[in-house]
């Protein structure tokens, strides 16, 4: 059965988890805690690869559900790598990495950052739903 994405597309996705969280867990709380969502993602994404043949042995529609799940994960977590690497640069010139972050919070504000976990935790959920809903 054809995913329609390669399991190296879906360990790409869990790997730009884990730099995203490795790139965040310094900051101030805010974004701290989006780094730790960041790493249940992580840890819930490789139990899915896991159990990835589970997955296919559900079907077909399981598959493309997964697939626009990782589709939709994959998104959400660009949108955090477009920050992260628009502030970086700045990095460079801060004597504190500490500075970089307080600059990513003031200029995207707490609205923005609010609803990106909330869009975490909503794919937490839908994959930790996929696994539950199949025994796993």
Same mark, same amino acid.
């Given at each position: 059965?054809?995913?329609?994405?390669? *399991?190296?597309?879906? %360990?790409?996705?869990?790997?730009?988890? !884990?730099?995203?969280?490795?790139?965040? /867990?310094?900051?101030?709380?805010?974004?701290?805690?989006?780094? /730790?969502?960041?790493?249940?993602?992580?840890?819930?994404? =490789?139990?899915?690869? +896991?159990?990835? /043949?589970?997955?296919?042995?559900?079907?077909?529609?399981?598959?493309?559900?997964?697939?626009?799940?990782?589709?939709?994960? %994959?998104?959400?977590? =660009? $949108?955090?790598?477009?920050?992260? +690497? /628009?502030?970086?640069?700045? &990095?460079?010139?801060? &004597?504190?990495? $500490?500075?970089?972050?307080?600059?990513?919070? !003031?200029?995207?504000?707490?609205? @923005?950052?609010?609803? *990106?976990?909330? +869009?975490?935790?909503?794919?937490?959920?839908?994959?930790?739903?996929?696994?539950?809903?199949?025994? @796993?």
């Amino acid at each position: 059965m054809s995913f329609g994405f390669s *399991i190296t597309d879906f %360990k790409e996705v869990i790997a730009l988890s !884990w730099r995203l969280y490795t790139s965040l /867990k310094e900051a101030p709380q805010d974004l701290k805690d989006l780094a /730790k969502d960041l790493a249940t993602v992580y840890g819930v994404l =490789n139990h899915v690869l +896991d159990d990835i /043949k589970c997955v296919t042995a559900h079907g077909e529609g399981r598959v493309k559900m997964l697939q626009t799940m990782i589709a939709g994960l %994959k998104a959400t977590l =660009n $949108e955090v790598q477009v920050l992260v +690497d /628009k502030f970086r640069p700045l &990095a460079a010139d801060q &004597a504190k990495p $500490e500075q970089l972050w307080l600059k990513i919070k !003031w200029v995207v504000g707490h609205s @923005k950052l609010k609803r *990106i976990r909330q +869009d975490i935790s909503l794919h937490i959920s839908s994959f930790t739903l996929l696994m539950t809903s199949m025994g @796993k």
